[in-house]
């Protein structure tokens, strides 16, 4: 099992350019998640998916969509990448309730520029 | 609204126990969790304890809940240089699949 993976790794982007992240799981989890990373900031959710067909945001949606597009797979898009959006973002999955441990992929490293 | 807090930085010395400490505000919580993050690496689960428990043992690593100061606590025991990483705690409320994640306690261990 590969657990949660995440493309791409690294990522460079101009002011104004747009950008899918992706990320799949094998672990067959109901509920998805996008979180970016600051220093500082700690964890921020930006949306997660509770269902396959549901999506919803979280603390920081604003600038980013989602798609979840089957159960395994939830991509974040970047529609005009901003400066303020460099950050590393981290995809995670979690089963079924009442403990909903979430595991996490290796994360993106994206600087916009 | 819920709020998770903990200390920034920790450091020990290898060989000593290592006590991370969190606090939260939101008394529906159900269960508090907690998050290792080597560099350049996602969030790893250590841990989760229940929220009618008061502690969890798991190899080096106690857990201790006091839910009337809703404070959490992670020690490691025997600390290693492998153990330096940035921690984190985190809790779920009843009926909902978020977590709130504190900003992580960075510990560091030197030889």
């Known amino acids: 099992n590969a657990g949660v993976t995440q493309t791409p790794k690294f990522q460079v982007l101009k002011t104004g350019q747009s950008m899918t992240l992706q990320c799949a799981q094998d672990?067959?989890?109901?509920?998805m998640y996008w979180y970016r990373q600051d220093p500082g900031m700690g964890l921020r959710l930006i949306y997660y998916?509770?269902?396959?067909?549901?999506?919803d945001k979280g603390e920081v949606p604003n600038g980013y969509n989602v798609s979840r597009l089957n159960k395994r797979e939830f991509s974040l898009r970047l529609e005009s990448a901003a400066p303020s959006q460099t950050s590393v973002y981290f995809c995670?999955?979690?089963?079924?309730?009442?403990?909903?441990?979430?595991?996490f992929g290796p994360g993106t490293r994206l600087t916009v520029t | 609204g819920e709020d998770v807090e903990q200390s920034l930085f920790l450091s020990v010395r290898e060989g000593d126990s290592s006590v991370i400490n969190c606090t939260y505000t939101?008394?529906?919580?159900?269960?508090l969790y907690w998050y290792k993050q080597e560099p350049g690496a996602g969030l790893q689960l250590l841990t989760y304890?229940?929220?009618?428990?008061d502690m969890k043992q798991d190899q080096r690593l106690t857990v201790l809940l006091n839910k009337k100061d809703k404070h959490l606590s992670l020690r490691i025991a025997d600390t290693q240089t492998g153990d330096s990483a940035i921690y984190f705690c985190?809790?779920?409320?009843?009926?909902?699949?978020?977590?709130?994640f504190g900003k992580g306690t960075m510990l560091l261990v030197s030889p």
């Open positions: 995670a999955g979690s089963g079924e309730g009442p403990t909903y441990e979430q595991y």
């Open positions: 672990m067959n989890h109901n509920s």
């Open positions: 998916s509770a269902s396959e067909g549901t999506t």
């Open positions: 939101d008394s529906s919580s159900t269960y």
């Open positions: 304890i229940f929220s009618n428990m």
């Open positions: 985190a809790e779920s409320l009843s009926g909902y699949s978020t977590l709130t």
